[in-house]
């Protein structure tokens, strides 16, 4: 079984810095990929940034620029800087793992933005 921890949510104003961590333990195979995403209230759940073990990144166009993913594979844990922050950013943050077909959710950090 995976477990995944969340740290690092809060709330700041427009223009503010966040970085969420998230840590990941339990059996875990080397080849996976590890990603934030999402769920701002009413909306869907959707893909914030993601990294893979053996590189590369993908980032929503909304982030783009704002925000950077990066990992360390001999801790299994991730981070996610979060600069330029706007209200839109507003929502719960999740960490996930897929990784032979199998996919691992984190409990979530609510980050918010004020205006």
């Known amino acids: 079984q995976v477990q995944l921890v969340e740290s690092g949510g809060g709330l700041v104003h427009t223009g503010g810095s966040l970085r969420l961590s998230c840590a990941a333990s339990?059996?875990?195979?080397?080849?996976?990929?590890m990603g934030w995403y999402r769920q701002a209230p009413g909306k869907q759940r959707e893909l914030v940034a993601s990294?893979?073990?053996?590189?590369?990144?993908n980032y929503a166009d909304s982030v783009k620029g704002r925000f950077n993913i990066s990992r360390d594979n001999a801790k299994n844990t991730v981070l996610l800087q979060m600069n330029g922050l706007k209200p839109e950013d507003t929502a719960v943050y999740y960490c996930?793992?897929?990784?032979?077909?199998?996919?691992?959710w984190g409990q979530g950090t609510q980050v918010t933005v004020s205006s």
């Open positions: 339990g059996s875990i195979f080397r080849r996976n990929v």
């Open positions: 996930n793992l897929q990784t032979l077909g199998s996919e691992y």
């Open positions: 990294i893979y073990s053996v590189g590369g990144t």
